[in-house]
């Protein structure tokens, strides 16, 4: 069983930043790939950031400017580091992992999420 799990998320300021961490856990054999997404209300599961084999990261245009995605591998954590935060930004983040567990199989595996809200 893998478990992933995220932390940090909360209130914020506009122009504020906020960086949410993300542990997996359990039988792991190899973390492929590594990403965050999140869903504001009444719309669709986007992708804001991935990293994979040899550190390659992959952030949209849109917030390429204000994200950054970083891992560590020896303590199988994704961070994802946001700055100047707008109200756009607000809505659940959340980690997914592409995981090989130590049965061999591998498979995509989500966190519960972490809800991100930025008001005044």
């Known amino acids: 069983q893998v478990h992933l799990a995220e932390s940090g998320g909360g209130l914020v300021q506009p122009g504020g930043s906020l960086k949410l961490s993300c542990v997996a856990s359990g039988s792991i054999s190899s973390i492929y790939s590594m990403a965050w997404y999140r869903q504001a209300p009444g719309k669709q599961r986007e992708l804001v950031a991935s990293?994979?084999?040899?550190?390659?990261?992959s952030i949209p245009e849109s917030v390429k400017a204000r994200f950054a995605i970083s891992m560590d591998d020896y303590r199988d954590t994704v961070d994802l580091q946001m700055s100047n935060l707008t109200p756009e930004d607000t809505a659940v983040y959340y980690c997914?992992?592409?995981?090989?567990?130590?049965?061999?199989?591998?498979?995509?595996?989500w966190g519960q999420g972490t809800q991100v809200t930025v008001s005044s």
């Open positions: 990293i994979g084999s040899g550190e390659r990261t």
């Open positions: 997914k992992g592409n995981i090989e567990s130590r049965d061999g199989h591998t498979s995509d595996y």
